[in-house]
């Protein structure tokens, strides 16, 4: 069974930084994606960032430039550094993970496994 778990969600003012983590356990297939989602109140969750085990990523627009997303694959740890935060920024955060490689469009699916999410809250 897969599991993650998430860390590194807070308060923090508009312009600053935060890092999530996620430790993701279970997961056989050295071929895999983890990434992260993000859901606003009023919203439907979206797709933050992915990156597979070859090291392709994949970025929302609204963060591209802002944040990156790197792996520790010897760790089983994902990884989200938020920089120049938003208010628009201001979600529920979620790790997502699946066996595979990341080609084309990105979307979730019922058999991807998630984390239980961790609130980020920007300020302005």
């Known amino acids: 069974q897969v599991q993650l778990v998430e860390s590194g969600g807070g308060l923090v003012q508009a312009g600053g930084s935060l890092r999530l983590s996620c430790v993701v356990s279970?997961?056989?297939?050295?071929?895999?994606?983890m990434g992260w989602y993000r859901q606003a109140p009023g919203k439907q969750r979206e797709l933050v960032a992915v990156?597979?085990?070859?090291?392709?990523?994949k970025f929302a627009d609204s963060v591209q430039g802002r944040f990156t997303i790197s792996r520790d694959n010897a760790k089983k740890t994902v990884y989200l550094q938020m920089n120049s935060l938003k208010p628009e920024d201001t979600a529920v955060y979620y790790c997502?993970?699946?066996?595979?490689?990341?080609?084309?469009?990105?979307?979730?699916?019922?058999?991807?496994?998630w984390g239980q999410g961790t609130q980020v809250t920007v300020h302005s």
């Open positions: 990156m597979d085990s070859g090291g392709r990523t």
């Open positions: 997502n993970a699946r066996p595979g490689q990341l080609i084309g469009t990105y979307y979730p699916r019922n058999s991807d496994s």
């Open positions: 279970g997961l056989i297939s050295s071929l895999n994606i």
